[in-house]
């Protein structure tokens, strides 16, 4: 499985991103994806997973209600949308697939698959 993350950029506090991961290689083997995050000098953290076939997207506390997680199994793509972005919300963002499905919010450490990251820069 490769995954080619994109979408990234600077962009002012209370603006808006779309970030989109493009999935080649077999998808078949894809149980769960999700979207991670890694800040200067912090650990890369969780930021929403969803299933890859059916099943609702999950997300850590510090995004509910302003990131959508999604994906599009047609164009083998998957996307988040950001809203009301904050400027701790910059870090480079992942994408990154697992054959497992899994529900709910997993660390790093669960996924086998990741893209190269893009930088979402929020500026204040």
């Known amino acids: 499985v490769q995954l080619q993350a994109s979408g990234g950029g600077l962009v002012q506090a209370g603006g808006s991103l779309r970030l989109s991961c493009a999935v080649s290689g077999g998808t078949f083997g894809i149980g769960t994806m999700a979207w991670f995050r890694q800040a200067p000098g912090k650990e890369r953290e969780p930021v929403a997973s969803?299933?890859?076939?059916?099943?609702?997207?999950h997300y850590h506390d510090s995004v509910k209600d302003r990131f959508t997680i999604s994906r599009d199994n047609a164009k083998n793509t998957l996307a988040l949308q950001m809203n009301s972005l904050k400027p701790e919300d910059t870090a480079v963002y992942y994408c990154?697939?697992?054959?497992?499905?899994?529900?709910?919010?997993?660390?790093?450490?669960?996924?086998?698959?990741w893209g190269q990251g893009t930088q979402v820069t929020v500026s204040s």
């Open positions: 969803i299933p890859w076939r059916g099943g609702i997207g």
């Open positions: 990154a697939a697992d054959p497992r499905r899994r529900v709910g919010i997993w660390p790093p450490s669960a996924y086998d698959h």
